[in-house]
């Protein structure tokens, strides 16, 4: 069973009740993140008032306007009322306030990270620096790496911050439910040896427009699981859209004989439970009737 990021929790809590009283039930999710899930602080934004202490923030792969909005307008009210440096690294974007783009490369944040750029005076000299990052860097093969250079970053700022709680790096989430899936479970990414061994595979609100999933399909078209006898399996998919052509792929592709198709609600037609990505359980409720046959998850 292969989930999405944008299942909500009362879905999750089912499937993890499901998976515990048959074992035969693996979950999985469409593509592998590298994040250490044993402590909250590792993968949420906690922020709070800090931005209103703060005199410089530092954006690393981000684009707030786009993937934070809330994030984006306190960034901006801040910027306004003065005294308040916005740093990027990364694309140059406009974020509707004034900022300083100082590259796209990682070897900027390496030389912030040993103490040789010029803007490592701007920290030294700060007050109470803030530190942002995107989830979405953990999906890079250099992930680990990364996340390390952030963690000495922001040890080596609280070495000379002069504000006397420490600071943590912040991970925004682009998502709606990427915290609440990671809170329940650190479930591996799907694999070819999962399309091989199970005897059917369902997918739960999943895009097959991720890389993972298109990576195993232009492989198996290659011929790379060339050695794949298996048959007699079948293909589920629950989601608000049906992807024919990919469809059609994966069932030629792994030797999936039959399809079934459970045509579900969209987001303003169902209610469901969720955890922002600063931990804060919302609950959302349907504003439209559903039509047809479609149901909720």
């Known amino acids: 069973m292969c989930l999405s990021k944008n299942t909500d929790l009362k879905v999750l809590n089912l499937l993890n009740i499901l998976t515990r009283k048959y074992s035969f039930f693996k979950l999985r999710q469409t593509e592998s993140q590298h994040i250490n899930v044993d402590i909250e602080q590792n993968y949420l934004l906690n922020l709070h008032n800090k931005i209103l202490m703060s005199d410089i923030c530092l954006l690393v792969g981000l684009n707030p306007r786009y993937e934070g909005s809330n994030l984006n307008l306190r960034l901006r009210s801040r910027f306004l009322k003065g005294n308040f440096k916005v740093i990027q690294i990364g694309s140059l974007i406009n974020l509707t306030f004034s900022t300083i783009n100082i590259s796209s490369n990682t070897k900027t944040l390496k030389s912030l990270v040993e103490g040789n750029n010029l803007f490592c005076q701007e920290f030294v000299n700060s007050s109470n620096p803030i530190l942002i990052s995107n989830a979405e860097i ?19 700022i609280n070495l000379f911050s002069q504000y006397s709680i420490q600071n943590q790096l912040n991970i925004l989430h682009p998502s709606l439910n990427d915290v609440g899936f990671m809170n329940f479970n650190n479930l591996k990414a799907i694999e070819n040896k999962d399309f091989k061994n199970a005897t059917g595979i369902y997918f739960i609100n999943t895009s097959f427009a991720t890389s993972n999933i298109k990576k195993l399909l232009n492989l198996k078209l290659l011929n790379f699981f060339q050695y794949y006898t298996c048959k007699n399996k079948m293909l589920i998919t629950q989601n608000s859209n049906l992807d024919t052509k990919l469809i059609t792929h994966l069932k030629k592709g792994f030797n999936f004989n039959n399809h079934l198709h459970l045509p579900n609600t969209v987001f303003f037609e169902t209610s469901g439970t969720y955890m922002t990505t600063e931990g804060n359980i919302n609950k959302v409720t349907k504003i439209i009737k559903p039509l047809g046959q479609t149901k909720d998850d």
């Open 138 to 156: 953990f999906k890079r093969k250099d992930s680990f790496g990364l996340a390390n250079m952030l963690n000495f970053l922001t040890k080596s």
